[in-house]
């Protein structure tokens, strides 16, 4: 019944030292309390900070502002704060991170309290120990499975970085994309009137005699296809509208609001290189990231093959093992182990020769996909150069083409107001002309397209 009285004694005055007695101090508690919540918030900050200038340094808006246009800039903003996507390979990273500091916490020993108690009817006993185990990493097993840990970690934020590019990327040409068919369909409705106009003006003339029944139909055949085209349009721009919503984190309930300027407003970067040097590859994450896995690969190796080698322990205990409250703590009742031991794998079925064999057919696997990744991006490079260049020769030629057919159209609408070439006659040049405007906006979006291309095969540097 003492001990019963004690052990409630005891609790009451624990419950009363750590809640009624501050009270007494609450000045100081709370400056304690401001203290740590200011050191808190100071610690978000800089988490924060830090967060938005590796953004940015991803995001290279030097680049981004040389297109001259601020709704893309912002877009490419939004995408690096808002897509769902860099956020799951954020919380990669962090998984990454916390998995090196689970690697660190292999190397320290472990602490643990255990506080055992038994009573019946003869004997009371209490136990309170706490005990100590520690494996001497005398081979390096576990520095090198933290050194593996460590790679991956690098691993992960370079495929962070190249993700990052690659949705940054991604956007841009869903955006230069939009632009191009909203350009599209201004002038596709325009040829869809003219030539509902043909179409009707060669009805008429068939009623006199001057056109065909073929005539007509093919007036109406290209009518109904000029139609079909406009539809199509518009359907691809919805979709390329959810596209970009979804990229920069946003709903798609309302995309048909997203603003955007006019493909004609946009700079095409005519100061690109026009070769590239082989050390650029350097700089590219996927090959950084291959580079740290293939490292990480080689110390799991090591770690396999040190397995198989003798592992040190040592462990102790330190507590007090009494049978009455009254004794508690009592040095008379102090107990102290202390043991250490050897760990030998004599049989294990094989199991740790094939776990290194698969280690090293790993390793092996990585150097081949290292080798690969270097090739395929030289091979991006020239993909990338090869055809921006095709691309922009073929826009200037264009450009000229819808000059000289502006001019021509002129000539021709010239003769018209002169009475020397029909209006029917007329209409189908300017349907030539708005064809060849069209191919010309086609062209110079695929510029635009390559430039990101280039900007993504070297790693965003440009």
Known sequence: MNNRKLLVSFFIITFLSTNILPVFSIEDDNKKTVKVEIQKETKRKNKKTAA?????????????????????????????AENYDIKINELKVLQGKAAVQEGWAMQLPAISIDAQGSRSDYMKNYTIPI??????????????VRKKLQKDYEAMQFDEKAAFISLTSLTAATYFNILNIDKQIEIQKELVNIRKEILELTKVNFEYGLNSSMDVTQADKSYIESQSALETLKKDRAKLLNQLSVLIGS??????????????????????????????????????????????????????????LPTLTINGNWGYNYNNMMNIFNYKQLLLTLGAGITQPVFQG???????????????????????????SFQEINDSLVVLKSDTAKHSNDIKRVQNETKYFQDINFKYEKGAVSYLDTLKF?????????????????????????????????
């Open 430 to 462: 300017k349907e030539t002309l708005l064809a060849v405007q069209q191919e010309e906006i086609q062209s110079k979006t695929e510029c635009l397209i390559d430039s990101l291309s280039l900007y993504k095969a070297v790693g965003g540097k440009l």
């Open 52 to 80: 938005v200038d590796k953004k940015l340094e991803y995001m290279n808006l030097e680049w981004w502002n040389r297109f001259n246009d601020p709704i893309l800039t912002d877009y490419i903003v939004k995408t690096a």
């Open 131 to 144: 005990g100590v185990n520690y494996e001497i990493d005398i081979w390096g097993k576990n520095y090198n």
């Open 350 to 376: 094989g199991r740790l020769i094939a776990q290194l064999k698969g280690k090293k057919y790993k390793y092996e696997e990585m150097f081949n996909t290292y080798q690969k990744t270097i090739l395929t």
């Open 251 to 308: 709903t798609s309930e309302n995309s048909n609001g997203l603003q955007r300027a006019s493909i004609d407003e946009i700079t095409l970067l005519n100061n690109l290189p026009q070769s590239i040097e082989t050390e650029i590859v350097n700089q590219r994450p996927d090959i950084l990231s291959i580079e740290a896995q293939l490292k990480a690969a080689a110390f799991d190796v090591k770690a396999a093959r040190k397995a198989m």
